[in-house]
């Protein structure tokens, strides 16, 4: 029955199909297949979706975006399928396509989106799902969103169209948004007149944010029940009438204030989950019923030995395989996609999800050993065909997973020890306390949310707000998202078509860029973060747009130029604005800076000019990075993957994939690479080619989950791009660097001058970090460590207090300067031979100075008795003063003493007290003594009923000390 639109084999590729070609707004006729029977499997309904829109309506195959949004800072995952389109709907980005169709890999566990909580207790709530989709990108509208989505529903899938209902949107007067009459007249030529149902701005509004792209939407929902009407259950919580396709229509831009504004462009948004869809087409009440998840099921229940699946609700063991099966679909595809479990952001909500499943296994399924890692090839059996990252990235995948598995097994039990312990303390409250649920997460490695899992099963509750009051000094997360920090609003959808429509501006043309000379044009556009001005003053903070600009705006890890605009009046005056920032939106280059004097006026003429030492010292730095990300590869292998970048005037970041940290003959190594590469003083080309040809280019690399433009800029370091393109399978250009990149670059090896490692250390799980430096900031790197060497040298000749004091200078100057890590790593030994001769001659010194000032309190000793001793040496130290007790003590074991030394130099006092039983009894308590005694000399301390310590800040005040301390004293023993 599925016909074409469901054979096995992977549907062909084609261009996408432009909005000329289908401006008829009639989808074409065609023969229905005929009904299905139900059982079909989920790669068949995937596949039948797809076909459907690619063959039926000309719509463009788009693979998936990565489920960790690398692009996007404002989400923690990808969780619907417009996230890769988000730019093309702000109006700042264009596709070569205007129909797309896809499934999209969707994770809802943090932030707005959250459904971690509710998965495993019901039958269709998932942390990880497949979202599929078909979109329009101001071609066709509601009609055939409609007429196509209820053709393949009911002629393709075979649903019985009587259980079908649609809702619309009503809309709301307040928020001056109108009916949506329009889906609801469509819907009415398919549907009787009561399975039509107006919805509220809630469920039938869509918007991206508070500000934004925004319209109505229409929801299809399905009865499995079927016979009856079932008009009041939508949108009731029924699990048998359920809501299976939404359709957006984007026509819409709120603005700040709550203004809704025509968009130029409407564009379709829809989505379908597919596990949902599946169980519908497979008739099956529960989504895990389906064959997306038996074989995960079937695998759990093998390994770990526990009865088969039942499928009830309310079952432990049950609601474990759901967690798991679940949990561990999410976990492979985000680790596969370049997430790893983590104390932070994202990688902390996967964590928390691979150890809800740990636990649910091994409390609810008998699992004692590793397991989760052993379920990634029934994962892979479902979802590797479509997402073939997943096959790509099994090893790692396992690896990733068995290693936090056993991390977390080393505290499990006696966590769950600590957690029973908890329940009994909590008793008929039944509520587990803060201070148990802070250590189980502390100590345990226990996520709040699991501890709190685990309350429910036994009908307690979590102390979750004093929890969270433990927590708040220590969880200093990394928040995503946020704005910029000049904090100016870039321009929203309608402006920018403003922009390009009233204004005629067609976009900045910055193809000079990559040579920035003095560019002379107009003053096209004003934008004060609010609205488009026709003047600015001086002081204002602005955004100016010209036609052509030598300046290089933001993006793909380089920062954005600085410089300045000379501004010509009609007067015949100068005005000057400063460029402090350069950033993009849509088409358009914005300039953003303050006018340092005078004023700018639409219209007006400027000469634009580039900071040229700034821009010339970023493309050395990107050059290097380009050369350090080869020479990594050549070291730690072909697995090292680019997971992100910075490129400033001042130092150069770059994040990789690697498992360890790099060793020093390994830093080493990329070092003397990169600086070789320098000093044969290669070629550096830039063109832009097709992203095909481009992609076959042997050894050419890319950043992981980067959606790139077709064409696509190559920069190849060391060879022509236009040779590599006549031959792109030579191997030879593997010993070259071939990267697609936008930004800006030196035109030889040569111009970087020199590179220099300053630090390697962790990123984030499975992500390491380098900061390094080029030009001459390495070269004063290098000047910084020779100098460090030769007062090494000279400090190896010097000895005793001398030697002491360069010794620990030495120490922190290779620690806090600008130095190369190779030369810090090399260092090192000669540095801690060093510093252990200074140990030695202190041990030494400290040595003699004890037996000095033991001999100071042996004569006390002799001249002092009595129920209490009070007094002080000279030149003691917190050590020594032990010893000076310990003497004290042993001629006069009866008494109470306490001793004191102060150090004019250091600003400080010691103090220590021994107290016997004796006076003890009699109600003086060492702590408290030696605490009268610090307070006296300005600082504090304490201790136990029988020996404290304590320190002063004021060594003057050491007479008064003493007296207090024999005052103190003499209260409580009678002296």
């Not at 039990?413 to 957690?419: C, M, S, T, W």
Request: hydrophobic residues 40%; aromatic residues 6%.
């Amino acid at each position: 029955m599925w016909s074409v639109y469901a054979q096995d084999r992977p549907a062909p590729q084609h261009p996408g199909t432009s909005a000329a070609r289908h401006k008829c707004c009639k989808p074409r006729p065609y023969t229905a297949p005929p009904m299905h029977t139900p059982a079909r499997n989920a790669a068949d309904v995937r596949r039948a979706f797809i076909a459907f829109f690619q063959e039926k309506a000309g719509h463009t195959v788009v693979p998936s975006s990565p489920a960790i949004p690398f692009e996007d800072p404002t989400l923690l995952f990808t969780n619907a399928g417009m996230n890769q389109f988000k730019d093309v709907f702000l109006g700042q980005g264009t596709r070569n396509y205007t129909r797309a169709v896809d499934t999209q890999k969707c994770i809802r566990a943090g932030g707005k989106h959250n459904d971690l909580e509710d998965v495993g207790r019901d039958t269709y709530h998932h942390t990880f799902f497949e979202m599929l989709g078909n979109w329009s990108f101001g071609d066709y509208f509601k009609e055939e969103a409609i007429s196509w989505a209820i053709e393949l529903l009911t002629k393709v899938y075979g649903l019985d169209p009587n259980r079908l209902y649609a809702t619309w949107c009503a809309g709301d007067p307040k928020q001056a948004v109108a009916p949506d009459d329009e889906s609801r007249n469509l819907w009415l030529k398919f549907l009787p007149a009561d399975h039509v149902i107006p919805g509220s701005m809630k469920d039938n509004f869509w918007e991206m944010g508070e500000t934004g792209p925004c319209g109505p939407c229409t929801e299809i929902h399905y009865d499995r029940i079927g016979g009856r009407n079932a008009a009041h259950l939508v949108n009731s919580g029924d699990p048998d009438v359920l809501e299976v396709w939404n359709l957006v229509f984007i026509q819409f831009n709120r603005e700040p204030g709550g203004t809704l504004v025509p968009l130029p462009a409407r564009h379709v948004d829809t989505g379908m989950g597919l596990e949902r869809l599946v169980s519908v087409l497979q008739d099956k009440r529960s989504n895990y019923d389906t064959d997306l998840f038996t074989p995960i099921f079937d695998l759990t229940a093998k390994i770990t030995g526990a009865k088969p699946y039942a499928g009830t609700l309310e079952g432990a063991a049950d609601i474990a395989y759901r967690v798991i099966a679940d949990h561990v679909r999410c976990i492979s595809i985000a680790v596969a996609d370049g997430a790893a479990p983590g104390s932070e952001g994202r990688n902390y909500v996967l964590r928390r999800i691979l150890r809800r499943a740990i636990r649910a296994g091994h409390q609810h399924l008998g699992a004692r050993e590793p397991f989760m890692f052993k379920l990634v090839p029934a994962v892979i059996e479902t979802l590797g065909e479509t997402f073939p990252t997943l096959v790509q990235q099994a090893t790692k995948v396992v690896h990733t997973i068995r290693e936090e598995e056993i991390a977390f097994g080393k505290t499990l039990e006696r966590g769950i020890a600590l957690f029973d312990e908890a329940a009994k303390r909590a008793g008929a409250a039944k509520c587990i306390s803060a201070q148990d649920a802070f250590s189980l997460h502390d100590t345990f490695g226990f996520p709040v949310d699991l501890t709190q899992v685990m309350a429910e099963e036994r009908g307690f509750t979590v102390d979750v707000a004093g929890y969270e009051k433990l927590m708040e000094s220590a969880r200093e997360r990394s928040r995503e998202g946020g704005t910029k920090a000049d904090g100016m609003r870039m321009p929203p959808p309608d402006v920018l078509e403003k922009l390009r429509t009233a204004l005629h501006i067609s976009g900045s043309d910055d193809s000079s860029r990559d040579d920035p000379k003095p560019t002379n044009t107009d003053i096209a556009a004003i934008w004060d973060g609010n609205a488009l001005i026709n003047k600015a003053v001086e002081e204002q903070r602005v955004a100016l747009i010209t036609r052509k600009t030598p300046f290089y705006a933001e993006g793909g890890g380089q920062v954005g130029d600085a410089g300045f605009f000379e501004i010509s009046s009609d007067a015949g005056r100068t005005h000057r604005f400063k460029v402090e920032d350069t950033q993009r939106s849509g088409e358009f280059v914005m300039h953003l800076g303050r006018i340092e004097h005078g004023t700018v006026t639409v219209g007006e003429h400027a000469t634009l000019t580039v900071e040229r030492g700034r821009r010339e010292r970023i493309a050395a730095n990107h050059t290097g990075t380009h050369l350090m990300n080869h020479a990594l590869r050549e070291v730690l292998g072909e697995d090292v993957e680019q997971r992100g970048s910075l490129v400033s005037d001042d130092r150069l970041r770059f994040d990789f994939t690697h498992s360890k940290a790099m060793s020093a003959d390994e830093l080493a190594r990329v070092e003397m690479l990169v600086n070789a590469a320098i000093a044969r003083t290669m070629l550096v080309d830039a063109i832009v080619v097709p992203l095909e040809l481009a992609k076959g280019i042997h050894g050419v690399r890319a950043v992981f989950g980067e959606r790139y433009p077709d064409p696509v800029r190559v920069v190849s370091v060391g060879a022509k791009v236009t040779d590599m393109l006549a031959d792109p399978a030579n191997p030879q250009w593997r010993q070259c660097s071939v990267e697609f990149c936008g930004g800006t670059h030196t035109r030889s090896s040569e111009e970087v001058q020199h590179f220099a490692i300053l630090n390697e250390g962790a990123s984030s799980a499975g992500v390491r970090r380098i900061f390094a430096v080029t030009g001459t900031a390495a070269h004063a790197a290098e000047a910084t460590a020779t100098h460090i060497e030769q007062r090494l040298a000279a400090a190896r000749k010097l000895t005793g207090e001398a030697l002491a004091e360069e010794a620990t200078a030495i120490a922190g100057a290779l620690a806090e300067l600008p130095v190369s890590t190779v030369f810090r790593h090399r260092m090192e030994p000669a540095v801690a031979e060093l510093r252990e001769r200074a140990k030695e001659w202190r041990k030494a010194q400290e040595g003699a100075n004890r037996d000095v000032v033991v001999a100071q309190a042996r004569t006390i000793a002799e001249e002092m008795s009595g129920a209490m001793i009070v007094a002080s040496v000279s030149g003691a130290d917190p050590a020594a003063l032990l010893s000076a007790l310990s003497a004290v003590r042993a001629k006069r074991p009866e008494s109470a003493i306490l001793l004191m030394s102060a150090d004019e130099a250091e600003g400080k006092v010691a103090i220590a007290a021994d107290v016997p039983k004796a006076m003890q009894d009699k109600g003086l308590k060492a702590g408290d003594w030696v605490r009268a005694a610090a307070e006296a000399c300005g600082g504090k301390g304490g201790g136990r009923p029988d020996f404290a310590q304590a320190g002063g800040k004021e060594p003057a005040r050491l007479p008064e000390a003493l007296r207090a301390a024999k005052a103190f004293a003499g209260a409580r023993i009678g002296e």
